[in-house]
């Protein structure tokens, strides 16, 4: 009887403790559900990230890629903007990478959004993910299969951006 009073004592102080420093944490701001929230999305900027040689192989190119992509943002009263020639840089991005491998094809879709943390004194800047997707499977030679894959991921994408920001 001792022992199971011993060990219920012993878990009720590793609980306080533990929710007593989680209390303390110095977390500043609110949390995010989904990391997709912005102000007025009118803008979705969009990196896309260089395709490979194997990509090009199977018919590809960055612009079939960015021209899907900017297509779907249209289709959802988002205005695309190429991230690389924007400036300052935006709060936030869409990155697009497409690659292929042999027979196989990976899709990543990322939405970034810029960061700041201090390491001492020092201040850095960065973009940090907030929402991801990926896809992958067999192209077959079939550039049209793999960019029909990317334009479900996009609509992942979207489905979740207007859920957070428009209803």
Not at 151 to 167: A, I, M, P, S, V
């Amino acid at each position: 009887m001792t022992r199971i009073i011993t060990c219920i004592f012993l878990v009720v102080v590793f609980l306080d403790i533990c929710f007593s420093q989680a209390q303390n944490w110095p977390v500043k701001g609110e949390w995010s559900g989904s990391g997709l929230e912005v102000e007025n999305a009118k803008e979705m900027p969009i990196w896309v990230i260089a395709i490979n040689e194997a990509a090009k192989k199977v018919g590809l190119s960055d612009a079939r890629i960015k021209t899907k992509c900017e297509f779907k943002m249209r289709q959802m009263k988002l205005e695309p903007v190429d991230f690389e020639l924007s400036y300052p840089p935006p709060p936030y991005e869409l990155m697009v990478s497409v690659q292929t491998s042999g027979a196989s094809f990976l899709i990543e879709l990322h939405f970034l959004r810029r960061a700041r943390y201090e390491v001492g004194k020092k201040v850095y800047e960065t973009y940090a993910t907030t929402w991801s997707t990926n896809g992958f499977g067999l192209h077959g030679n079939d550039a049209d299969f793999v960019l029909s894959a990317l334009e479900g991921k996009l609509e992942e994408f979207l489905n979740d951006f207007e859920k957070t920001n428009w209803q």
